[in-house]
């Protein structure tokens, strides 16, 4: 299946059960790497906005390129009140920005989707000299027994499921390759909570979730809800999770090639 169409149909789901990132990286992000109301932004494969949504309120522009229609029309609805927030329809490898049009590019949970050649060759070709590409992920702790038992249940239901994050592992090969292995790599704690509703909705928005009227789907969420029950406290679950960013720069593709 074309990634791009994975998101067909839970841009609801996901907008209502994904998390924000953690307020000290975005914090971060402004005093340290240079970020300002000034700067421009393309945050690509920006799904429904969740990440734009914390740049925006900053101040700062921010193209959000995405080539899924239902997750675009989500993040069009919920941040058309922004006046710095622009809405391309464009994908990691065609974003059809501009030539040297970009001081900062950023993905979130995304760029495990992209062919990262591409990706990286079309970096080069709209960010500024200097510019910097951060790839982000809100990263679960593996070690905590809640995570295991999602883990576990999702692997027996969801044939696509090949790991949080698409399997992505700390410091993985296409990160190292994307960078030419030179890059920062910073971590903040952002430990997120669930109420059932969401709680359910979150592992209803993977990719990889089964949908109603999938085989096996009132098994799986019956699961889901026996986590809820084993782990919820006051009615809440706490999922330990980290928001984590690799930094770096991209060098100018001169030649075009």
Not at 135 to 156: D, P
């Amino acid at each position: 299946m074309d990634a791009t169409k994975k998101f067909n149909g839970i841009a609801n789901e996901y907008t209502q059960s994904r998390p924000g990132y953690a307020a000290e990286f975005i914090e971060c992000l402004y005093k340290k790497y240079g970020i300002s109301e000034s700067t421009v932004i393309a945050d690509i494969g920006s799904g429904t906005g969740k990440f734009a949504k914390q740049l925006l309120d900053k101040g700062s522009k921010v193209f959000c390129v995405e080539p899924n229609a239902d997750m675009r029309i989500v993040a069009e609805r919920e941040l058309s009140s922004y006046p710095n927030f622009s809405s391309v329809a464009g994908s990691a490898e065609t974003t059809t920005l501009p030539d040297n049009s970009i001081d900062f590019i950023t993905t979130a949970q995304a760029f495990h989707w992209f062919d990262t050649k591409s990706f990286k060759k079309e970096c080069s070709r709209i960010i500024k000299p200097d510019g910097k590409v951060f790839l982000i992920w809100n990263t679960r702790n593996e070690n905590a027994l809640i995570n295991q038992e999602l883990h576990r249940v999702y692997s027996k239901y969801c044939p696509d499921f090949k790991g949080f994050s698409g399997g992505t592992k700390l410091h993985d090969n296409r990160i190292k390759d994307f960078f030419n292995s030179k890059y920062e790599y910073i971590t903040f704690d952002n430990p997120l909570y669930f109420d059932r509703e969401k709680f359910i909705n979150r592992s209803l928005s993977g990719s990889y979730s089964l949908k109603k009227g999938d085989k096996n789907f009132d098994l799986y969420i019956n699961e889901i809800n026996r986590i809820f029950d084993e782990y919820a406290i006051d009615g809440i679950v706490k999922i330990e999770n980290q928001t984590v960013a690799y930094v770096g720069t991209i060098e100018k593709d001169i030649n075009g090639e």
